[in-house]
């Protein structure tokens, strides 16, 4: 079994950054994909953006693209999110996820393991 902590959430001024950071333990072998997730309240769980580690090949959400960066440490297993020029749209529980069983990476049902989510959330 898997188990993810994520840190880094907080209270950020729009405009501003966050770096959102999640790491693996136990059964960490099997971890190669490692992902964020965001859930906004009333929204459906959206796709932020996945890496793998070994190569650091990196997918993005649409709500990423252009102002989010994911970085992986594979000796570690940890995933990081760098989000720059936040906007109040941004408000949410990030969630990191890990070992998708498809290739289906933007998709949350693919996800084996997930942690408890970090709330970040973005004033006017």
């Known amino acids: 079994q898997v188990q993810l902590v994520e840190s880094g959430g907080g209270l950020v001024q729009a405009g501003g950054s966050r770096r959102l950071s999640c790491t693996a333990s136990?059964?960490?072998?099997?971890?190669?994909?490692m992902a964020w997730f965001r859930q906004a309240p009333g929204k459906e769980r959206e796709f932020v953006a996945a890496?793998?580690?070994?190569?650091?090949?990196?997918y993005y959400g649409d709500p990423a693209k252009g102002r989010f960066t994911i970085a992986g440490d594979k000796a570690k297993k940890s995933v990081f999110l760098q989000m720059n020029r936040l906007k109040p749209e941004d408000t949410a529980v990030y969630y990191c996820a890990a070992d998708p069983t498809t290739e289906a990476l933007a998709a949350s049902y693919a996800y084996r393991s997930w942690g408890q989510g970090t709330q970040v959330t973005v004033s006017p």
């Open positions: 890496i793998r580690l070994s190569g650091n090949d990196a």
């Open positions: 136990g059964r960490t072998f099997s971890v190669e994909t």
